[in-house]
């Protein structure tokens, strides 16, 4: 096991350990581990990770920079031309394409649940009907969300509109961002290891950075003698 599933792991352990190897393990799994690297509201990210995912043209990334773009993830957003909810749906596209993506019976434009698995299937059919235009397909499928297939057909690429050319390169440049650097994943044979080891520790006394490449240790905080509050009463 290398340190960096080891050095999680002190005199005892707590939940948050366990939890820290299941997010270094996405990294190996095809759809938990596409590269999700922008700052999203967490009561968002697991939409948008898993509607992401609807087609090979989609990717998490791609969807929260588009949803970044068009509402701030504001699900109650609605512009001065009529585009309603998270994803910014005009009424006559929300009705044609629009899905009931939770399952509730319900296809509502300002709910999330709906909205971000319907601009995914959107983008995915959107990318379909531009496949046959030249040009970058990324941007031909986001000018086409935009400014709507039949403009990206009519210019043989995204139209020459000053509002859709920023649009294309805002959400671009947003969905190439980089996963912020730090240390390497570790892989789901590490992560199970760590998950073991951290289960077998559970009620035991957890030392603050203890644990290392060799196993688990008293840290850098409290001897096993001695309490967290004693170590810092001086504070």
Not at 102 to 121: L, T, Y
């Amino acid at each position: 096991m290398r340190a960096s599933a080891a050095v999680t792991i002190g005199v005892g352990a707590t939940a948050a350990v366990v939890v820290a190897a299941l997010v270094q393990a996405a990294g190996d799994d095809p759809v938990m581990g596409a590269a999700l690297s922008l700052s999203i509201p967490s009561q968002y990210r697991s939409l948008v990770q898993d509607a992401g995912n609807t087609c090979p043209e989609v990717t998490p990334n791609l969807l929260g920079a588009l949803l970044t773009q068009e509402s701030g993830f504001n699900p109650k957003a609605h512009s001065p031309v009529g585009a309603e909810g998270v994803a910014q749906f005009m009424p006559s596209t929300w009705e044609t394409h629009g899905i009931d993506g939770n399952g509730d019976g319900k296809r509502d434009v300002w709910d999330p649940e709906d909205a971000i698995p319907s601009a995914a299937k959107y983008l995915c059919d959107i990318a379909k009907d531009v496949k046959d235009v030249p040009g970058n397909a990324q941007n031909n499928m986001l000018a086409a969300y935009n400014a709507g297939s039949g403009a990206v057909k009519k210019y043989g690429g995204v139209p020459p509109y000053k509002e859709t050319q920023n649009y294309v390169s805002s959400i671009s440049a947003l969905a190439n961002t980089p996963a912020p650097s730090g240390g390497k994943k570790a892989t789901a044979t590490q992560a199970a290891t760590a998950i073991q080891i951290a289960a077998q520790m559970i009620g035991k006394p957890y030392s603050w950075g203890g644990g290392n490449a060799h196993g688990p240790s008293t840290g850098v905080c409290c001897s096993p003698q001695r309490s967290f509050r004693q170590e810092h009463q001086r504070f």
